[in-house]
């Protein structure tokens, strides 16, 4: 059975970090583009990193270049985000994401970050 687990959220002041996990089973996620998502409270699911399972190569939102950075663990079968220089527009649920299974794309339940003094 797939699935994914993030964990990592929390409460943090402005310019704070927070490193988010996302603990896959069920399946071998470097084989596999892996995605990082976040909606905020009235507004649509954003993507905001992506880290690709054939080569590692990364990308990021505008909004969190130089701030953000994916990495994966391949023995942990875990991607992680990790948020520096946290800003209150940083505040969401964030989700990770995977597609292109054989049973289809799924979604992980969502931590929670909120950037606040």
């Known amino acids: 059975q797939v699935q994914l687990v993030e964990s990592g959220g929390g409460l943090v002041q402005p310019g704070g970090s927070l490193r988010l996990s996302c603990a896959a089973s069920g399946f071998t996620l470097d084989y596999y583009n892996i995605g990082w998502f976040r909606q905020a409270p009235g507004k649509e699911r954003e993507g905001v990193s992506c880290?690709?399972?054939?080569?590692?190569?990364?990308y990021y939102a505008d909004s969190v270049k130089g701030r953000f950075t994916i990495s994966r663990d391949n023995a942990k079968n875990t991607v992680y985000l990790q948020m520096n220089s946290l800003k209150p527009e940083d505040t969401a649920v964030y989700y990770c994401?995977?597609?292109?299974?054989?049973?289809?794309?799924?979604w992980g339940q969502g931590t929670q970050v909120t950037v606040s003094s």
């Open positions: 880290i690709s399972g054939s080569d590692g190569s990364t």
């Open positions: 994401y995977v597609r292109g299974l054989p049973s289809g794309a799924h």
